[in-house]
């Protein structure tokens, strides 16, 4: 019988080995994820949805394909599974069930994963932290008292935790990568269009959503990103060109050598950690040694301000049109958590030219990164400016409280909109994170890798960014740096309360 410990050292790759092999059984697997999952979730909250039944059903039927018999959790966002609650965090969406199944979905199951569950987000997936009215604070597992990022939080947690080695996840803003980078995981967000977020959304926030996983090994993502972006989907907005190999085998491949070029200034002007930056600084070292041509980009030309202008009123827009698309279907005003009200109300303040010149403003970033691109084969960033937020902290100030309360009784959107309000929001939602959006708004792949631990050993990822359609060089890349400075055996301590450790 396969125990826990075994169970944690085989990365999904490994695992789907072992079943093909007959040195375990898909039920085996099942076991010691759910074993896991019970002993660490009432800790962690990190799965909200329990599909053990569903489960085991699927296995009984039997499971093949490239991860058969492998334990797996989708996100409850976008990847919705038939039969299942699709809530987006949110008590107005708490009793939707989701008639059929996403294009991601299916292709997982027929890939032979096996889905246990569905993961935590904060409402709508609109924080960096995965806190909800809904489902509480979901934490991580590498101290508990903080979060593990969002929104594809509980995927990190989880796949950080144990309960299973890769995790369905997705990413608007970085919402791969932030998780990855506090969870010490590996987080790759595919170009836009490589993998359709159909049949929920031919578009996900007008293109900025990507859907990957998050794992603790390079080849699981590969090879992952071969079983989502591979078939055609006649829904799909984009047609983006095969690679030239599986990523798979791209993978395995040696990146050559590279012209990395890296920057370490926030976007917004604010502060960037100590330890962000000397991950960086090390990584930049790191690649030098291994013969890439790595400098310092002292022209960065992105600033925070066009960044914000460029998405925020966009996301406002969007956050409005959620929230009237959940009242049609009979939710109730204060069911929305109050951050969403007032963001809704900031959409519904918004005129229809102020959303266009948004969306164009998306296309000076990708023109901006383009011009780098013609220097530079990848780029390197910090993945965020600092530590993981200790749960709670970034609620709302009381005064920011105030005037989102008056936002609901007065017709103050645009008075908010055109206010000190607006830049001070702009600034506390990019302070944390704001190296991580210019990559959606691109649609250009980006990827966290876990190569650092701060100065209390909390994980510090680095982000790469590489050119439109090339996760193959990200993946290659990931690869290399896996190999001289591997992060598999980093594991989090012992979860205090959790059950048996793993470990």
């Not at 995981?185 to 959503?209: I, M, N, Q």
Request: aromatic residues 6%; contains cysteine.
């Amino acid at each position: 019988m396969l125990d826990p410990h075994g169970y944690f050292q085989w990365d999904a790759c490994a695992g789907a080995a072992a079943v093909r092999e007959g040195d375990t059984t898909p039920e085996a697997l099942l076991r010691c994820a759910l074993d896991r999952l019970d002993a660490v979730n009432p800790v962690l909250n990190a799965v909200c949805v329990d599909a053990r039944a569903r489960a085991r059903t699927q296995i009984e039927r039997g499971v093949e394909g490239v991860f058969a018999g492998v334990p797996y959790l989708v996100k409850d966002i976008l990847q919705d599974v038939e039969g299942l609650p699709s809530t987006c965090g949110s008590r107005a969406c708490r009793d939707e069930i989701a008639p059929v199944s996403a294009d991601t979905v299916r292709r997982s199951e027929g890939a032979g994963l096996v889905i246990l569950g569905k993961t935590t987000t904060p409402e709508f997936g609109l924080k960096g932290v995965t806190e909800s009215a809904l489902w509480g604070a979901t934490r991580n597992p590498w101290d508990t008292e903080r979060s593990p990022g969002g929104s594809s939080g509980g995927a990190a947690a989880a796949v950080a935790a144990g309960v299973v080695p890769m995790a369905g996840a997705n990413d608007g803003a970085g919402s791969i990568r932030i998780p990855a980078s506090y969870c010490g995981l590996f987080g790759l967000k595919p170009s836009r269009g490589r993998v359709p977020t159909t049949p929920l959304a031919a578009e996900a926030w007008d293109g900025a959503v990507s859907e990957g996983v998050l794992s603790r090994s390079v080849r699981d993502s590969a090879r992952m990103l071969d079983v989502l972006s591979t078939g055609t989907t006649p829904s799909a907005p984009f047609r983006v060109e095969p690679p030239p190999a599986s990523f798979e085998d791209l993978a395995r491949r040696a990146p050559g050598r590279l012209r990395i070029g890296w920057n370490v200034d926030s976007p917004v002007a604010g502060r960037v950690d100590r330890d962000c930056v000397e991950a960086v600084e090390r990584t930049g070292a790191l690649l030098e040694a291994e013969g890439h041509a790595v400098e310092r980009v002292v022209d960065w030309p992105l600033d925070g301000e066009r960044l914000a202008s460029a998405v925020l009123a966009l996301y406002f827009g969007q956050v409005a049109a959620f929230v009237a698309r959940a009242r049609e279907r009979g939710a109730r005003w204060n069911e929305f958590e109050l951050d969403t009200r007032t963001l809704a109300r900031l959409g519904r303040a918004l005129t229809a030219g102020e959303y266009a010149r948004a969306r164009q403003g998306w296309q000076r970033v990708n023109l901006a990164l383009a011009a780098l691109f013609e220097r530079y084969d990848v780029l390197l960033l910090p993945t965020v400016a600092m530590p993981s937020p200790r749960i709670g902290e970034l609620e709302p100030a009381p005064s920011v409280r105030v005037l989102q309360r008056l936002a609901l009784y007065l017709p103050v959107g645009r008075w908010m909109l055109n206010s000190r309000f607006l830049e001070r929001l702009t600034f506390e939602s990019l302070e944390r994170t704001p190296f991580t959006l210019a990559a959606n708004l691109a649609g250009i792949p980006a990827m966290s890798v876990p190569l650092h631990w701060d100065r209390v050993g909390l994980p510090v990822g680095v982000q790469f960014m590489a050119p439109w359609g090339e996760e193959g060089r990200l993946l290659s890349l990931a690869t290399q740096l896996e190999t001289v400075q591997p992060w598999f055996h980093r594991l989090p301590p012992p979860i205090p309360g959790a059950g048996p450790a793993h470990h």
